[in-house]
């Protein structure tokens, strides 16, 4: 089992970053694909990035390519999103989540989710 606790989020302005973490416990931490997605009111859950098992590979939604950059370090049990060029349009409560699927981005295939931390970006 995994227990995740996202931190980072706050109120930004437009063309600001932040960065996001997420602290894990549990001894098998380095076993899980480590996942970011984020919820507007009104819509959805959608994947926003992923992260290997070992860090090697890495995936994101058209919408932050370019802009997110995911990453993780085992040995502290940690996943960070750092998020530049930060729009409106990415204003949602934002989790991380694991998953015991390889480079899955479908929210279905994880089992394990934090509670989330609010990003609001202004214009």
């Known amino acids: 089992q995994v227990q995740l606790v996202e931190s980072g989020g706050e109120l930004v302005q437009a063309g600001g970053s932040l960065r996001l973490s997420c602290a894990a416990s549990g001894r098998t931490f380095s076993s899980y694909t480590m996942g970011w997605f984020r919820q507007a009111p009104g819509k959805e859950r959608e994947f926003v990035a992923v992260?290997?098992?070992?860090?090697?590979?890495?995936y994101y939604a058209d919408s932050v390519k370019g802009r997110f950059t995911i990453s993780r370090d085992n040995a502290k049990r940690t996943a960070d999103l750092q998020m530049n060029s930060l729009k409106p349009e990415d204003t949602a409560l934002y989790f991380c989540?694991?998953?015991?699927?390889?480079?899955?981005?479908?929210?279905?295939?994880?089992?394990?989710w934090g509670q989330g931390t609010q990003v609001t970006v202004s214009s």
């Open positions: 989540a694991a998953s015991s699927i390889n480079y899955s981005t479908r929210k279905y295939e994880y089992a394990y």
């Open positions: 992260i290997s098992w070992t860090g090697d590979y890495t």
